[in-house]
């Protein structure tokens, strides 16, 4: 019996986050550098074929959510109501974001990744990626070229405002004060965003 494209991909996301939650507890029990990928297919009862399969490398078993949340930022821009203003959307998107990441327990999370410079690394280029995709959404959603400067610009603040943010003893009034920013950075540079529907007409 041929199984059906909607079961297989949610077996597909269940074998993925199986692989990453193994991972994890494996990492907080024994340090990230004392497990190896052999380690975390044995203890997920998978093949090493399949972890690389869900995931490019040992550092990305640990930031398992990269990919949704690069497209959370982009579907902010191009999702976002007719009458919602650009900067409003993201900021909103990364409040979502900063609650997320900031809940209960994640700190053990951001202190492992803090003391390895490979996962540093990793955000590093994760958060370059980001901004990048992000600064093509805001472009395309604005009908401006691809390489405005601005939108790379704008994108960068933005994806930097969710690491500042969750630093701080206060993390969704520091999205706040950062936007606060970006707004009148946004607004200096002449793009104070039309609306989608303005940009529409």
């Keep these: 019996m041929t199984e059906q494209p909607g079961r297989r991909e949610r077996k597909k996301a269940a074998t993925r986050q199986k692989i990453a939650d193994t991972a994890l507890h494996l990492f907080a029990e024994r340090g990230y550098d004392a497990v190896g990928i052999r380690e975390v297919a044995a203890e997920a009862d998978v093949a090493v074929t399949t972890v690389f399969s869900h995931f490019s490398s040992k550092e990305a078993l640990v930031f398992e959510q990269d990919e949704d949340f690069e497209q959370r930022l982009m579907r902010a821009v191009t999702d976002r109501q007719p009458h919602e203003a650009l900067i409003p959307a993201l900021r909103r998107e990364i409040h979502a974001m900063v609650q997320h990441c900031t809940a209960d327990g994640a700190a053990p999370l951001w202190r492992m990744?803090?003391?390895?410079?490979?996962?540093?690394?990793?955000?590093?280029?994760?958060?370059?990626?980001?901004?990048?995709?992000?600064?093509?959404?805001?472009?395309?959603?604005?009908?401006?070229?691809?390489?405005?400067?601005?939108?790379?610009?704008?994108?960068?603040?933005?994806?930097?405002?969710?690491?500042?943010?969750?630093?701080?003893?206060d993390p969704q009034t520091a999205v706040d004060e950062i936007f606060r920013m970006i707004e009148a950075a946004w607004a200096v540079a002449g793009a104070t965003p039309p609306t989608r529907e303005s940009v529409a007409v």
């Design 113 to 169: 990744i803090e003391e390895s410079p490979a996962l540093r690394q990793y955000e590093e280029s994760m958060r370059q990626r980001h901004a990048r995709s992000l600064a093509t959404a805001i472009a395309t959603d604005l009908d401006l070229p691809q390489t405005t400067p601005t939108c790379s610009a704008i994108a960068r603040f933005v994806v930097d405002a969710f690491s500042v943010a969750r630093e701080t003893d």
